[in-house]
Every structure is written in C-alpha cells, then in structure tokens.
T-cell receptor, first 115, second 115 residues
Framework: AQTVTQSQPEMSVQEAETVTLSCTYDTSENNYYLFWYKQPPSRQMILVIR??????QNATENRFSVNFQKAAKSFSLKISDSQLGDTAMYFCAFMKSGTASKLTFGTGTRLQVTL | NAGVMQNPRHLVRRRGQEARLRCSPMKGHSHVYWYRQLPEEGLKFMVYLQKENIIDESGMPKERFSAEFPKEGPSILRIQQVVRGDSAAYFC?????????????FGPGTRLLVL
C-alpha cells in the first residue's frame, strides 16, 4: 500500500515571498503520478500541479513548481511570489499507474499568506 | 463545459435516517470516484465506479454504505442508518474514459451533518 506524508501541518509566508511545502511518499511501484491539490476556505479541491514519475523534468505551472526526487521519494511544492489567494490547505496525492485508480492523499499543510 | 456537480451541498440528518448524495461527472467523463474528508483530515478514497460497474470499493465501510453509477443519471452514494461518525465532507471526482491516468476533477463536495 502507498502512503503519503506531509510533515508540516502549518506554514506561513509573507505576500510576494517564496514558500516550499514538503511531501514524501512510500511505494514499491516504479510508475506512478503525483499531484498537489489546493483546498481554499470554500473547501473546493483544485488541482495545482501534476508530475509523471517517468519524467525527469520537474513540472511547472506559472508560480507553482515542484522538486521531484524519485530516489528520495520526495515531491515538494514551491510557490513563488505568494499571493493572498494562495491561502489554503494543500494536499499532496499519489496515484499508481497502469489503470485509472484512486488517489492517496497526505494529511495536508495549511498555508497562510500574510501581508 | 460544466464541472463536476454535487448535490446537495449541505445535508443534515438525524441518527438512523438515510443520506443520499448525488454526483454528476463532467461531460464526457465516465469514471467516478468518491472520497470522504473527516474534520481536520485529508481525503480518503471510498469507491471507484464506471457506468453500471463498481471497479474498486476497497475504501467503503462494510455496512450501511453503498454506491451506484447507473447507465442514465448521476452517481449516488447512499448511507443508511447514519451515525454521528458519518459527519464529514463527501467529495466526488471524475475522469474521462479515453485517457488512462487522466487527472481527477473534483466537485464542490457535500457536507453531511448527523445530529
């Protein structure tokens, strides 16, 4: 079974600064996918970024980028130029490859962006 | 293209009553997933369905919970004889059939409160 660990329950960052959220996972699979989802106070789950394990290049989406270290089973999210609207819970998630399958989520990191 | 729809958004039930949660996937999507989020926790997988088939129900409680995705109409998550511990947010996600490993897109969730 896969497990996803987010060791930072809460983080705070000032507006316009950069913050990195940590995520590690444990799996015996070689092919899989990793995701970061954002859950703002509205509780809607919003996809932030996705990474295929077979790709060495780190995924980037505008101000969001990841540092994917497959050997270390680490998948951190970097948010640059933080904005007040980035305030949310952030969940790291794992999906094994092969067939469409379930997501396994971490416990989340609550990010507060301050003025 | 409308997103994943869930209704009701909020549902209040007394202990022993039944709760029915509905999910309409995005247009063109035929894979539906249900997740549960207990207060202050991450999302936990419950069940994965395709039209008229349950593919993976490994996360479903053995009793009182059932799910279906009929040929016509929304997917239904049904909880019989609700107890206070069922109070949670229930999220539905969908993905298309044609592309394996496509991202799951989430609905806004149904908040169930059991009195």
């Amino acid at each position: 079974a896969q497990t996803v660990t987010q060791s930072q329950p809460e983080m705070s960052v000032q507006e316009a600064e950069t913050v990195t959220l940590s995520c590690t996972y444990d799996t015996s699979e070689n092919n899989y996918y990793l995701f970061w989802y954002k859950q703002p106070p509205s509780r809607q789950m919003i996809l932030v970024i996705r990474q295929e394990a077979y790709k060495q290049q780190n995924a980037t989406e505008n101000r969001f980028s990841v540092n994917f270290q497959k050997a270390a089973k680490s998948f951190s999210l970097k948010i640059s130029d933080s904005q007040l609207g980035d305030t949310a819970m952030y969940f790291c998630a794992f999906m094994k490859s092969g067939t469409a399958s379930k997501l396994t989520f971490g416990t989340g990191t609550r990010l507060q962006v301050t003025l | 293209n409308a997103g994943v729809m869930q209704n009701p958004r909020h549902l209040v039930r007394r202990r022993g009553q039944e709760a029915r949660l509905r999910c309409s996937p995005m247009k063109g999507h035929s894979h539906v997933y249900w997740y549960r989020q207990l207060p202050e926790e991450g999302l936990k997988f419950m069940v994965y369905l395709q039209k008229e088939n349950i593919i993976d129900e490994s996360g479903m409680p053995k009793e009182r919970f059932s799910a279906e995705f009929p040929k016509e109409g929304p997917s239904i998550l049904r909880i019989q004889q609700v107890v206070r511990g069922d109070s949670a947010a229930y999220f539905c996600a969908s993905s298309p059939a044609q592309v394996i490993q496509e991202t799951q897109y989430f609905g806004p969730g149904t908040r169930l409160l059991v009195l």
